[in-house]
């Protein structure tokens, strides 16, 4: 029950939960001892008298002001010689007393646990702090006087070894959130604390890479998810012994618990920790919020708090009338949903591979609408693309159709809609050859329909449809205005042993399909690129300042690059998103297929994703990761390798180039990932040169791994606190990007955080969490996640591809994840007027 100071407080007993009780059969009559006021070791700027008890009811006393707020310090051990008692009473009474006018409090220090049999001292206290302790330090009665104090609206902070105590009881587990395992925290060892939570009092002020020492504990159960995770320690910066936890490793965390609020740190194992200045705004934090001096969000990271929804039903038989082959979606400023289907159809559609029919490939890439205010979804319009060509080998396969979709910054008033897609009209069945363009389409707000003849083609560039793959697809805009178009590189994943796509030598009429310098690293070819335009009320662009390129650069005499170049050296950006509060790129692209790292040829496939801050080269088919290079490879035998590339001043050598030679120095990226693991990285020789070495990697980020690998890029949410909407994720998410993979098994399904100080300069993420539960994977839930963007409610959609491959089927869904946890507490009636 939760009290509210002009509610009649309730007695203990009539607060008890039998299901919590039964351990032990007590009387009422156990909560009516006395404490005398000797039995108080009070500090000496809160020396004052406590009359004995006058009743036996429970309440937290009605919201004090000026020197009223108080704090009570237990400690279960009597040993007054204890180092980390004693710092760690002196530092929070040194917190109290150095606070801002409106934030101070005073304390009162106990080793008698009876205290807590003394209801009416007890409701005194704003919180009550656990210092330390170990076992069974409290009896039933005190347990319960506890249990009532806190279900009366009080507040407890429990520090290190806290976690060890009361341990037969599981009411007290529950409101420390986690048991430790034995044995750890046995040694003081230096370490890096992540602070996830950029918000909450407790960490706002810290650093977003915390170094310190301090006997770190391990959990029986890891408790993410069930609380909320302010801090977390990194395993890879000290020797977590036995029962490890991994990359996700809690060591600080909150949440609203049994009507009051319970913080707890597994820090503040050493006397030394309560000297750092950190470490004391750490606690000051976590006290401001517990005793009711300050309001906190400690719900955001609690998964029960998600509900995840399906929106779409299988389509009829026959019919996409729901959903088409999953390929993107996009949010209209009046919350509806515009979702495309690439051109894969159901089984009963037939697939041409033959190249003498003319209909070889034809799909139907569909545009579909979710309108949330009826629940409806409307078919909004369709395109005969070059996209329905099976499975299978990559010769038959095709990634090509509708590929991407976004809407006008001014759709509400000029219903403008740009897809990105590959007409089946313009395939050239000779010489398997096609166009991929960017066409503006108007959409009529009120019927939900898109008008196919309004088309007016943007831009157009050739691809070779000979063999599968990599067509990219995703569009973003920044805040002035400029359309991002994705490519992806167009090239085969065969012929190169799953390496560097560089083999020069298979083509097509004089095409070549699998060397990626024709296409990702030449600096003349819009695949394998971002590419960034203005386009203007007229149906044409203009090209942007601060582009990779002008279009007219002079050397090697003119003509071979193009102004619409952002970053080239991308393998196939299937999504990206733009960041308008920094007009930051953020992109994630699919690696090769090389299961393993070789001596030989360089890395094993790594998946990537990319924080970009401006114009550059990222690395394909050169380098990968945090500049890995490739070995060359060139005629007249492609299968021996040439020299390393060099990805400070790569040239492309390729004959198939008709490019600059001497192209930009490649960017390290912000992730990357292989089956093997997160971030791999290697010694270098003096070159520069990584080992590739299997024992020899290390990896930066442990929070994930690969196998089946598809990184799809997700946004970066942005609080709206003037929404009143109450499904909005909360402000706890604010400025963290999304990173997910098609696969939901150890791929990232992820919110990092970045270090501006590094961002788009090679840094990696300083902080990830798992998302894995809050939009739910498996076969029931969102298990091939194709797209993800938040909408103006703040309220998360998810496309669901479904389980097959270039097809739709019963699984294909459109998701919607919302929040349901309310605003931060205690309640802004209850907040102690400092």
Same mark, same amino acid.
């Given at each position: 029950m939760r009290l509210t100071p002009h509610q009649k407080p309730l007695a203990p007993t009539g607060l008890s939960r039998s299901r919590r009780r039964a351990r032990r059969a007590l009387g009422a009559g156990l909560l009516a001892g006395a404490v005398t006021a000797g039995m108080l070791a009070t500090s000496p700027a809160t020396a004052r008298p406590f009359p004995d008890p006058p009743a036996t009811t429970m309440s937290v006393q009605s919201p004090p002001g000026g020197d009223n707020v108080r704090v009570l310090v237990f400690h279960a051990s009597a040993d007054e010689e204890s180092p980390v008692v004693n710092a760690g009473i002196e530092a929070i009474e040194k917190i109290g007393q150095s606070g801002p006018a409106g934030q101070r409090f005073t304390i009162t220090a106990t080793d008698d646990a009876s205290v807590f049999t003394n209801d009416t001292r007890l409701s005194r206290f704003n919180a009550v702090v656990f210092l330390t302790g170990a076992g069974d330090v409290l009896d039933g009665a005190q347990e319960l006087g506890l249990e009532a104090y806190m279900e009366a609206g009080g507040g407890f902070l429990g520090l290190h070894d806290a976690a060890r105590t009361e341990p037969y009881s599981d009411w007290f587990s529950g409101l420390i959130g986690a048991r430790p395992t034995a044995g750890s925290g046995a040694e003081a060892q230096r370490a890096t604390v992540e602070l996830g939570d950029r918000q909450h009092p407790a960490t706002k002020d810290l650093p977003l890479e915390w170094k310190r020492p301090d006997k770190w504990l391990n959990w029986e159960k890891n408790p993410s998810g069930s609380v909320h995770t302010v801090a977390r320690v990194r395993e890879t910066t000290y020797k977590p012994g036995e029962g490890a936890n991994g990359a996700d490793h809690p060591i600080s965390w909150c949440r609203d618990y049994d009507g009051g609020r319970s913080f707890y740190t597994g820090m503040g194992g050493t006397a030394d920790s309560y000297a750092e200045a950190d470490f004391r705004d750490h606690l000051r934090g976590a006290l401001l919020w517990t005793t009711r001096l300050v309001r906190a969000d400690c719900k955001a990271a609690i998964d029960a708090n998600y509900e995840a929804k399906r929106l779409t039903e299988p389509n009829k038989p026959g019919e996409n009338d729901q959903i088409g082959e999953p390929h993107g979606l996009v949010t209209a400023p009046d919350g509806r949903v515009l979702y495309i289907g690439r051109g894969g159809a159901d089984a009963s559609q037939p697939v041409v591979t033959d190249w003498d029919d003319p209909n070889i490939g034809k799909g139907t890439g569909e545009i579909h609408v979710y309108d949330p205010e009826t629940g409806k979804t409307t078919r909004a319009g369709a395109l005969t693309v070059f996209g329905n060509k099976?499975?299978?080998?990559?010769?038959?396969?095709?990634?090509?159709?509708?590929?991407?979709?976004?809407?006008?910054?001014?759709?509400?008033?000029?219903?403008?809609?740009?897809?990105?897609?590959?007409?089946?009209?313009?395939?050239?069945?000779?010489?398997?050859?096609?166009?991929?363009?960017?066409?503006?389409?108007?959409?009529?707000?009120?019927?939900?329909?898109?008008?196919?003849?309004?088309?007016?083609?943007?831009?157009?560039?050739?691809?070779?449809?000979?063999?599968?793959?990599?067509?990219g697809g995703g569009m973003a805009w920044d805040s002035k205005g400029n359309l991002y178009i994705a490519t992806g590189d167009n090239n085969s994943s065969q012929f190169s042993d799953g390496y560097s796509g560089n083999n020069p030598e298979p083509n097509f009429k004089g095409v070549s399909f699998a060397d990626a310098r024709r296409t990702a690293g030449n600096t003349n070819n819009l695949n394998g690129k971002i590419l960034r335009i203005h386009p203007e009320d007229d149906g044409t662009y203009t090209l942007p300042k601060g582009n990779l390129f002008t279009g007219e650069e002079p050397d090697e005499g003119g003509g071979k690059t193009r102004g619409e170049i952002y970053v080239m050296g991308v393998r196939n950006p299937a999504r990206i998103s733009i960041d308008k509060a920094t007009d930051t790129l953020y992109a994630g692209w699919? %690696? &090769? /297929?090389?299961?393993?790292?070789?001596?030989?040829?360089?890395?094993? $496939?790594? +998946?990537?994703?990319?924080?970009?801050?401006?114009?550059?080269?990222?690395?394909?088919?050169?380098?990968?990761?945090?500049?890995?290079?490739?070995?060359?490879?060139?005629?007249?035998?492609?299968?021996?390798?040439?020299?390393?590339?060099?990805?400070?001043?790569?040239?492309?050598?390729?004959?198939?180039?008709?490019?600059?030679?001497?192209?930009?120095?490649?960017?390290?990226?912000?992730?990357?990932?292989?089956?093997?693991?997160? %971030? &791999? /990285?290697?010694?270098?020789?003096?070159?520069?040169?990584?080992?590739? $070495?299997? +024992?020899?990697?290390e990896f930066l980020l442990p929070w994930l791994k690969g196998g089946g690998q598809a990184a799809m890029n997700g946004p970066v949410y942005r609080f709206d606190s003037d929404s009143n909407s109450k499904d909005k994720w909360p402000s706890y998410w604010d400025g963290k990007w999304f990173v997910g993979d098609f696969y939901d098994t150890d791929q990232p399904r992820h919110a990092v955080l970045t270090d501006p100080k590094t961002v788009g300069k090679g840094g990696v993420p300083v902080h990830a969490e798992s998302l894995k539960k809050i939009v739910p994977i498996g076969d029931d839930g969102i298990k091939n996640l194709m797209d993800w963007k938040f909408a103006p409610d703040g309220s998360l959609y998810v496309l669901d591809y479904g389980r097959g491959f270039f097809t739709s089927d019963e699984k294909s869904a459109l998701w919607r994840v919302t929040y349901k946890g309310g605003g931060a507490t205690p309640k802004a009636d209850w907040v102690a007027r400092g």
């Open positions: 099976g499975g299978g080998d990559e010769l038959i396969k095709v990634e090509e159709g509708l590929l991407g979709i976004e809407l006008d910054p001014d759709f509400e008033s000029n219903g403008w809609v740009y897809l990105h897609y590959t007409p089946h009209s313009e395939i050239d069945r000779d010489k398997h050859m096609a166009e991929r363009r960017v066409s503006r389409f108007t959409f009529d707000l009120e019927t939900n329909k898109l008008d196919m003849d309004s088309e007016k083609v943007l831009l157009d560039w050739p691809v070779q449809i000979h063999s599968c793959c990599h067509a699919v %690696g &090769p /297929d090389a299961g393993e790292p070789s001596t030989t040829w360089g890395p094993a $496939k790594y +998946d990537t994703f990319a924080a970009i801050t401006e114009a550059g080269n990222h690395g394909w088919p050169y380098c990968m990761g945090n500049k890995q290079p490739y070995r060359d490879r060139n005629l007249p035998d492609p299968t021996k390798p040439l020299d390393w590339y060099d990805c400070d001043a790569p040239k492309n050598e390729s004959p198939n180039n008709d490019g600059l030679v001497n192209i930009p120095p490649i960017t390290s990226n912000t992730i990357w990932y292989s089956p093997a693991g997160g %971030g &791999p /990285d290697f010694p270098r020789d003096e070159n520069g040169v990584p080992s590739y $070495k299997e +024992d020899e990697q």
